[in-house]
């Protein structure tokens, strides 16, 4: 599939597929007029249009003038979107991406028709300011498709392919895991409010806190027990802090968080 003009259609532009525009504009992947996003009321994309950016309340005729189609409504949405473009996806000519958690590449095929390339892409919210840790997999796609779903996907953060049986522990991991990691962080600058510290101090210093600690596993290839092994020493205020938030089941109550989303991320679909 050739994709020199990259006519991309976002089908469903919320936060993801409207932060993915943006970033692909960014990072010259293609122009505002190369990208089409959709929208049930359009006014509401009145300013993306100022900026180049073509929109449209129509997904059919959006689909069928691209040659790349990203899926980025709800779940429950998606039966119907995928009746609205039906008969204007071309397998020969189209890609299709989807962001929905909780649906499988079959799933969508079986709507679709089943010569149809489809990639799945788990991105996170930090994709609006280019950070996302992003999962792709697919259980037909050809390398050349992986690779240009890769690379759009790398204009907004980090990229990593997994198998598509592990894409809804992906959501869990990368996608809930942003709002577990910031309630660690308001966690902490509450407990700075407790010990002297003003409410927006104390977050200032717990974000930062918390962006180096993880800028140090990522930049240095380490691991968090050698990282944690650097700041413990024996009777210290360290290991009396960390045994205490383990005594009270800090590492438990993470692991247990993570398995139930990845639960609940695997029904999204079948209970709508």
Known sequence: ???ETKRTAILGSGNIGMSLAKGLVKADYCKPADITLTRRNVQRLDTVSAQGF???SDNYAAAAGASIVILAVLPQQLDNLLEQIDGAIDPAKHLVISVISGVSCADIRAKLGSRVQVVRAMPNTAIAIGESMTCVASDNAEAENIAEVTKMFETVGSVI?????LMTAATALCACGVAFFL????AASQGGVEIGFHAD??????AQTAKGAASLLLQQNSHPEHE????TSPKGCTIAGLNEMEHNGFSSSMIK???LSAQKA????TND
């Open 1 to 3: 599939m050739k994709t």
């Open 54 to 56: 073509q929109v449209s």
């Open 161 to 165: 392919k997994i198998n598509e049986d």
């Open 183 to 186: 309630r660690a962080v308001r």
């Open 201 to 206: 101090e104390a977050l200032r210093m717990a």
């Open 228 to 231: 944690i092994d650097k700041v």
């Open 257 to 259: 968080g993570i398995k």
């Open 266 to 269: 695997g029904e999204l679909y």
